[in-house]
């Protein structure tokens, strides 16, 4: 099992920056990767990034690239999410998301499909102002 609880959501106008947290407890922190994810109203969640369970690769949503930072620090057991140049369409409620079959010991670095995502958090709102 991994509990997830995202923070650092807010309000901000367009052209701020926002960097949201993860803390996980349960499974070693270190043996997974983790993603973040986005759902606007009306729409479908959406893949925003990932990062592997040492933290050397990542992935980003074309919409973020240049962007957003996906970052983690495993002595803390964190997952970060660095928002720069926000965008009103960058509104949505937030989730990370734990990935425990992407390890070390699989060979899969990530996967950026909700559906290989196994634990999520309750979501933090994001809300870019124009």
């Known amino acids: 099992q991994v509990q997830l609880v995202e923070s650092g959501g807010g309000l901000v106008q367009a052209g701020g920056s926002l960097r949201l947290s993860c803390a996980a407890s349960g499974r070693t922190f270190s043996n997974y990767a983790m993603g973040w994810f986005r759902q606007a109203p009306g729409k479908e969640r959406e893949f925003v990034a990932t990062i592997s369970w040492s933290g050397s690769s990542t992935y980003y949503a074309d919409s973020v690239k240049g962007r957003f930072t996906i970052s983690r620090d495993n002595a803390k057991n964190t997952v970060y999410l660095r928002m720069n140049s926000l965008k009103p369409e960058d509104t949505a409620v937030y989730y990370c998301?734990?990935?425990?079959?992407?390890?070390?010991?699989?060979?899969?670095?990530?996967?950026?499909?909700?559906?290989?995502?196994?634990?999520w958090g309750q979501g933090t709102q994001v809300t870019v102002s124009s």
């Open positions: 998301a734990a990935d425990v079959d992407s390890t070390y010991y699989s060979g899969r670095n990530y996967d950026i499909r909700g559906s290989a995502y196994d634990y």
